[in-house]
C-alpha cells in the first residue's frame, strides 16, 4: 500500500477530497477541520464532529478492529497519556490499519503558544512504541507495536526549492545532529509520522 500521509498532504495543504471511499477513517481530534469523509472524535462540540468525547478517556466510544485509517493531525501533545492513546488505536484499529500523526516539533513556537500542550517531540519520540530493537523500544511501555512506514521533518510532500529538498535530506541522515544542534538555528514546524499497527 501506498503511504496515506502522501496523499493526506498534498503541495495546497490537508487534501479536501474524500481519499478512502472504501475505508473507515478516523479523525481524532478533528475540531472544526475534519478530513472529508471522516469520522471526526473531538471533545468539542463542532458541526464537523461527529462523536463528542475526550481521547483521554478510555476506552473510547468505538468498537475494536473497526478502523483502517487514523490521522491525528496537531492532537497528540495535547493528550495526558500516549501510552493509553497507543493502547486505544490497537484496540480499535484493525490488523495493518495505518495511523497519520503530526505534531509541533519540539523547537516550533507552535509547541508552546497553545497552553494545553502536554508533551514535546523529536524525531526518535516514536520510537519506544516501534516494532523495532532498538534501545527505545525495549522500555515496553504498550505490549502493541507499530511498524514505522515513513517520518517527515516539516511538510511530508517533496518541496519543489531544489534547496529545501537538500537541506530535508541532510538532517533526515543525521536527524540526532539536527534535534541536539543544527534546529537551534533553523526549526521545522511540524514532525510527521505514518505507522502501521502489528497485531
Known sequence: MQSIALQIYTHRGVSKEHLFPDKKVLHLGCGNSK???AVGIDMLTFPSVDVVHNLDLTPWPLEANSVDVFFAHSVIGHLSSLVDFF?????VGKNGSRIIIST???????????????????SSSMDYFLD??????????????FKKIGFWYGWPQLSQN??????KAFIHQYSKFYDQYLSLLIPVKILVWELEIKK
Open 87 to 91: 493502547n486505544e488505536v490497537s484496540r
Open 132 to 145: 523495532t530493537d532498538s534501545h527505545f523500544s525495549g522500555y515496553q511501555y504498550t505490549k502493541h507495536k
Open 162 to 167: 531544489p534547496l529545501t529538498r537538500l537541506f
Open 35 to 37: 478530513l472529508a469523509g
Open 104 to 122: 509541533p516539533y519540539f523547537r516550533s513556537i507552535d509547541a508552546f503558544s497553545d497552553p494545553t500542550m502536554k508533551h514535546f517531540f523529536t
